[in-house]
Structure formats: C-alpha cells, structure tokens
C-alpha cells in the first residue's frame, strides 16, 4: 500500500463564479498531521469538505489510501470529520452518538455498544454514556465528537476548527490532546485553523491557503523561518517588511545603512526583506546596526515590546525583559540577528 | 442506496405489473378479478399475445432491453431513456387511443382505428412506478442526485406525482377553456374571458346585478380590509391594552381556534338562524321595534359577515406575533426622544407593522376568494366566481368550457394578489427589529385609539359568542329556525341513530358519510405529513436539477382556490388514462395535494433549525441518505410531522370547495352532506351534524396540542411571510 494517506491533483471546486479551491495539488503522508491555514474564506473548510465527499469537486482528482474516490460520497470514503458545531445528534445520548457509525455500517446493537463503551473509556468519557449532548460540557462535547469519529477506525480524520467552540485555557489542553492521540493511534489528520499558533503547535505539515490556493506546504519551522513571500511570513507570526537591499549573501542595507545579517541565499539588488519581532536587538546608542529611536516601550511581564523609528521604517521590536531596558524617545542602536530576503509575488 | 439495487426493484415490480396485475381499470370493482387471466382482469402480456392492444409492444421491449444488463449487475446511464420510454409509452398511448378509439388523429397513419381502450389499472401503475425507478436509477448512475439512488428515486417520484395531480389538471383545464364542442375555438375561449357574466357594471346604473368578477373582487377586498382592521384592534388590545389586555388575550385566543375547526359555511347557517327571514333576531326586531323583516341576509351583506367571522380571528393571529416582536426599545427610544404616545404610534408602531398587515390583507383576501361554501349558502342572487364555476359544472346548463375560462379568471386574480404581495415585500423586507426577547415595557395605547379598539373588539367578540352559541344550541331545539327553542335530542337522532340488530347498526342518514370523512382524512393525513415532510427534506437538503421547479409546483397547489382544483379534477380524471372520479381514492389524492404546502413549509421551517452538519456527520459516518433520513432528520421532525398530521386531518373534515365536485353517492363527505341538508332546508339537521364534526376536531387538535404543546396550525402559519424576526 502507498505511504500517501491522501493525494489532491488539480482540484478544483467552484461555486458558481467562486472559485474556493483552485487546483490544488498536495499529497499527505500516512500517520502526519497537516494543518491548514489561511484567512478566513480562503478556501481551508472547502479542501476539507472535499476530502470528506461532502463537497464534489468540479475538477481534478482525489485518492485517499490510493484509492480514486473523485465520485464517491461521504458514506463510502471511510473517513471520519469532526465537525466545528461538533453535530452531536440532539435526540441520542452519548452512547447512541458513538455507535451511530457502527450501527449504520451493519453492526449488531451489543457489539456496537460495547467498542463504543471502550472507545469512550479511551477518550476519558466512561460513565457519560447515558447523558445527552446538552447535558454535557463544550469540552466534553468535543471529546464525544472525537470518540464518535474515532469509533469507525478510518483512514483518515478531519478535524474543522475544533478549537474554536472552547475556551481559551482549554485550547491548549485539547490541541495536545488531539495531538497525543493522533501519534499514538497513527492517525493520517487534516485539521483546519485560522491560528497560526495553533498550527505551529501541533502540526507536522502546515499548508498555507490564499484565495482557494496553496501558498507554500512545509514543516512549521520551514515556513516560520524561510517563508515565500510577505503573505506567508506575516502570517506565520509576526514581521517586519522592509524595503532593502540584498549587497552581498549575508550583507544587506535597510534604510541606506550596509549591515551584517544571517539570511538564505538571495541574488542581489533591491528586496523586501522581512525580519521577525525577536530578531532585533536594541542596544545603546552607538552599537553597530541600525541606528532609531524608541516611539513606544511596553513591559508584558515573560517580555518588552518597542516600536524604534529607523532609516528604513517603524520595526516592531520584541525582546525578552531579562535584557536591557529603553525608554521612550531614548535613541538606540538595533543588531539584526537573522533576516529574509523575500520572493517576489507575482498578482 | 445504490442504483443497481433501485434498478433492480423498478425491474421487478414493471414485470409483475406486466405478466401479473390487471392492466386495465376494474370497473365494477374487485369482483372482476374472477375473470383472471382474461377478460377485464387480463395483464398486459395477454393483452399483448391476442393482439388486442398491439400499440403497447414497446413497454415489453423496453424492459426486455433493460433486463440483461441488469441481471448481470450493471445499472449503466441507458436505464434513464428506458425508464423515460416506458412511462412515455403508458402515457402517450393512453391519451392518444381513449373510450371511443383514435383520440389523436394525427396518429392515424400510425395506428390506424385501434378499438377502444379503457382506463390504466394496477398492472399500468405498476409498470409506471417501475419506469419511474429505471429513470431515477439511470440518472443516480449518471452521478445525478449527489449519485444517491434513494434520492433519486424520491425526487422522480414525488415529480411524477406533482406533474400528474397539480400540473397536468391545470393544463387540462386550460385546454378545455380553449375547446367548445371539441374542437379547438380561440374565438370562444376568448369570448369566454371578456362575457358580461363576468365583466358586466350593469349594477352601477340598473338593477342587474354585475359582473363576478367585480363582485368576487368587491366582496374579497371588503372581507380583506375588515378582517384585518378587526385583528389589529384585537391585537392591539391584547398586546398593548395594560393590565386588562391579559385577560383579553386569552379570550381572543381561545377564539382563534374556531375558524380553524368550523366547516366554513357553518357560521352561514348561523347567520340564518339569527339573521334571515325567520330568524330570532329579526323575529325580535318585528316585534318590539317594527322593523320589517327582509331578506338582507342573503347576499353580500352576509357573505360578508361570514367571511369576517372566520378570518379575524386568523388576521389577530397574525398581527398579534408581529406587535409582540417589535421590541419595546424601540417606542422607548423615541419616547425619550420626546414624541407623544401618538406620536410614536404612528411613526414607529405603524410602520413596523406594515408586513404583518399586509400579510394578513393577503391571506384573508386570497381565502375570500377561494371561499366556496358560504356564498353557496348564504350568497342568493350575489354569485362570486368560486359559486358561478360550481353551477357551470353542476348545474341545469353543464359547460365545461365556461367553467373553466372562469376558473382560469380565478386563478388569474389569486396569483395577481400573489405576486402583489411578493413586489411590496420584495422592496420593503426590514425583519422587524432585534429578535431577542428584550426587555422594555410596550408602551401603551394612546387613550382614544385604546377606546375605539374596546368599542370595535368587545361587540364583535360577543357577536361570535353569538353565533357560535347558536352553532352549540341549534342542533338541540326543536325549530331554531323558527325560534323554537324547546330541547331535543330529534335532529341527532336523525343523524346519528344507532339501533341493535344482531349488533350495532347504523340507522341515521349521517353516518355514512361521517364514516366517508373521517376514513378519508384518516388516509390522507399520515400520506400529506409524509409526502410534505419528504419533499421538504429534499428542497431543504438535497441539491439537484430542478429543485426549484419542484418546489414551485407543491406552492402552486396551495394558490389555487378550492373551486379551481375541483373542477380542474373532474376534468381531468374522469376518462381514461387515469379515471378516478366516483371514488374514494380522489379525494384522498385531492385532499393531499391541497394541503401539501403545508406540510412542505413546516418541514422546511423545521429543517431550518436543524444544523445541516448533522446530516452531513452521519454521512460522514457511512449513513446514506435512507439512513439519515430514517434515524437522524425524522426524530428531529417528530413535532413538525405531528403538526402537519393534524392539520390534513382536520382540513380533509372540514373541506368543502373542491371535494364537492368530486362526492359520489358512495363516497359522500360530511360537509357535502350538511350542505345538501341545508340546500333541503333541514337546517336543524345540519346545525347538529357540525356541531358533531366541530366537537371531534376540538378533541384532535387538542388532543395533538397537548401531546406536542401549541402546535402551528392553519393557513396562516404558511402563508405568513417571515416577518417575526425570532420571536
Ligand atoms: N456552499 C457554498 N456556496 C457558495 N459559496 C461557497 C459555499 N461554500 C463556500 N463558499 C465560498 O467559498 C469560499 C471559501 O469558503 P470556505 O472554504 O468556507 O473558507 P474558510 O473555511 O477558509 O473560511 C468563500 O468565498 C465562500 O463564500
Ligand atoms: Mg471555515
């Protein structure tokens, strides 16, 4: 069997003149967890109403586990969702939730019951059985959703935002969650996100969506660090975008000023070149780098946040508070440590 | 489902229809099955091997070109034309070769002067529905229909349906508008349209009456304008009369369930017993004060009056929603911007009510129009089109060209107040405010507009105190008629008299039809809530090719007027292919398709509230659309489903308008009954017999009240535009 959990060639899904996914191509390993991310309306839910059959695409092809499933519907892809609402049946209790799936692939009523009870057990859920959905909490509710989806051993889960229904001390907790159970059962995950946190945290793969496209598909460190283009590196935390120069590899100018830098390889001449929040050091007045002026110092306890005023434009700066401390209107010095010449983004 | 399965069924059931069931009508019942597998009873292949129906070789072929494949196991796109073929075939030679040979002379060359062919019987049917599952079938496996046979086959077959019992009458009606003596006459039809019957204003310079169209029109706009002016100053009472409007309310309330449960025409025999020339109140007004007695009653006057009575309580309804969704905030709002009560009355009140009163204008006109049994009894020489289409079906002279060029008139004027309707609010859809109950007192009335609403509302509640009494009293006195009013149980005797020999018998003249009615809505009901909530599900739910036409077509059935389906009915059923009149079945067929809408609305309604996610989870979770529908969207139906289960139920006891052409001396309706008991002037009777039929709807619809709380019922539920914003 192949190692490929899922393969996406060319699809394409339009709503009328809406094009939410737009030939798309990307193949998703067996057992890894691909988040996608991108604003909202980008297209991420389409992509995975695609995998699930709920949607048909208008063009293009899907495999899943290597088998052609274009055509088919989301009855007959052995696939699992859960969904954003959760769509925990009102009128069944917990139990009846999870052997729903069982009971409608053919299983008997004692049988169903009975992996349904030890998949709740899995889930830390044993005793809830007999409770409706609403009489449980919006942590729960997710955990049944997940058991209910789980139940049926599919090929693969699709999660849409689960976060987003919880609140935010209990995000963390079921992120790790989630991530824990997908490496101990080997799970093959797409899982949708408008957070990039979120994403970064959990994800073997990060696909970035803009406007029904992929814009790049990496490891969360390849996309932080050496993202494509301005889009991706603002979206993947916080940057500085700056309007530079590339003299040299490992030599640019911001602002007209020629400074040493950590960078990827970059043909010269004039760039964008972006530069992360925590990549910048200010130091006193004098210090070699790129000479500002603080316009804004803010203490946030684990770090500082300043806005320096500099030749080459504002640059959010962050450090951590053990380092030195400025005040406002004091003129510093700021050492970039490692930046990113941008591609260019053609449209 | 998958389509092989679905194809394979369909080919099972088109071959039984083919080697086993008679394929003609039974004519004079199950009896004729003796003659098995000749004569009347014979299946289509006898039919075929003595030559005597040779035109129809093509249904034999066709399934025999389905059947290979099929067998082996493959269900390909071909099955599509097969199944088109099939119902074509069935169809076309039905109407093409009829009771007296060639219908369709230009098939002559073809078909030469083929003998007589009578109407379609089981083995037709069953071949028909086999052809509807080949068609669906082909079309699930060309991927239509989200590639879901089930759903297929519920989309082609509720289609089916729709095309045969709403659409194609209609078409045939219109086509008899156009015929005269059975040729094809534009002049007529056309002459038809303009008659002075119609269009006359004689009665604006003579003493001839005018035209019926104008009197229809006159009597449906002052019944429309009443009506809702009555329900506003309930509404308002109830909703803004202070301390005191609580009790009103539920007073006005309990009223509004009247309507819902009387026959229409029933307030009619009422107002003859107050109001006629006998009547006790005219007797009265002789007596002490003089006043001669006449017959005012009769004619527009009370016509009027009957149609007030019955739609002010649904008009109250309506507004009454619509006053308690605008949120108080906004009359606070501009009261602490300093206007006066009357100030805020007019500019903020007013205006938010606007929908609401034209959604009630609408309703009460359009049912004005479509009202058939009290101008019947009540309308004397003032003839509106619903009672002029009745008598040129059923009376002296029966031309069914002139009835059905007015019924075209009628269903022209519905769908103009319609389509009125849909231009106005198309410009002006603010929902109405906040949603959320919020909190704020609602300002009061402004003292004199208080007063005038006490002074309108409180007579008239007392006056259908009134008439209803007399409803509750007159089957229970010897003559109200005449003012006697010494009890007795003779007339429920008449009626319902049970006698002992050998056990129960059934004596009174009204049992059999009350036994009729109640079997026929008894059928018809779980058939309409089923149907209607299916067809809802697949508007709401399912995406395929001509959903909106489908939709379309189940709304249609709800704008046309009683009289109009009636009459379209009779034309169209009562020849071969499909010959219906005369039998019970018609008017279960009538009955669920008149109050489809109902169900269909509701259903969607419903559905409305329920996340589409769970749907799509359980087909997440292999459940096909079967499933689904079996184990998720149906459990959450259950209170939608009750409520359309009693709203057939209680509509098909009360109906009168189109089943009246469509009675037969066997399957007779208790209505049709209590109006031939008034036309007889044994009003005593009739009084009793509706107190009867009211007394066992009270008990349903309570009944269902109780068992699923205040369920929506009526028309006005469905036809109300979505104006209460949530609340
Ligand atoms: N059923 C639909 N009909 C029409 N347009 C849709 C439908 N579903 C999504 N879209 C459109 O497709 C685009 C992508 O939507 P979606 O995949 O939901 O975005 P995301 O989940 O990334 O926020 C949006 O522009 C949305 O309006
Ligand atoms: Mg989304």
Redesign the interface.
Known sequence: MSDVAINFEGVTKAFGNVRAVDEVSFQLPRGALVTLLGPSGCGKTTTLRLVAGLELPTGGRIEIEGRDVTGLSAAERRIAMVFQSYALFPHMNVLENVSYGLLVNGARKPSAEAEANAMLKTLGLEGLGQRLPSELSGGQQQRVAVARALVLRPKVLLFDEPLSNLDARLRRRVREDIRDLQRKLGLSVVYVTHDQQEALAVSDLVCVMRAGKIAQMGTPVELYDDPADAFIADFMGEANVLQGEVLAPGRIALGGIPLDVTMRPHPSGPAQIAVRPESILPQPEGAPGLPGRIQRAAFLGQTREYEVETAAGMLFVVTPAASLAFAMGEAVSCRLDRVIPLRDVKG | MGALTLARAALLCATLGLFLAPWHGLQDGISEVTAWPGGSAAPLVALLLDGSRWWLWPVALLLALAAPALLRGRAGAGLAWIGAGLVLAVFGAGYAIGLNGLQWGWLAPLLGAPPAQPSLGWGAFLVLAGGIGLFAAGQAAR?RF???AFVAFLVCSCGFLLLLFVFLPLVNMLSAALYEDGRLAPAAFGARLVAPEAWSLACLSTHAGCGVVWNTLLLATLTAVISTLLGLAFALLAVRGGARGKVSAGAFRAMTILPLITPPFVVSLALIVLFGRTGIVTGFMWDWFDIPRSRWIYGLPGVLLAQVLAQAPIAFLLLDGALRAISPSLEEAASTMGARRMRVFCSVTWPLLKPALAASFLLAFVESLADFGNPLVLGGDFDVLSTRIFFAIAGARHDPGRAAALALLLLAITFGAFALQALWLGKRRYTTVTGKGDSGIPAALPAGLKLTCAAVAWPWMIFTAAVYGIILVGGFVHDIGRGDLSFTWRHLGTGFEVGWFDGPAFIGSAWDSLFTTIQVAAISAPLTAGLGILLAWLIARQNFPGRRGLEFMTMLSFAIPGTVVGVSYIMAFNVPPVELTGTALILVICFVFRNLPVGVRGGIAALAQI?K??D?????????AF?TLR??VL??LRPAIVTALAYSFVTAMTAVSAVIFLVSARHNLATVYIVGRVEAGEMALAIAYSTVLIVIMLVTVLGIEKLVGRARLGRASAAAPPIRAGA
Not at chain 2, 616 to 624: C, D, K, N
């Open positions: 991927g989200g590639a879901d996340d996610s769970l799509e989870a359980s087909a997440t979770m292999g459940g096909g499933q184990r998720v459990p959450l």
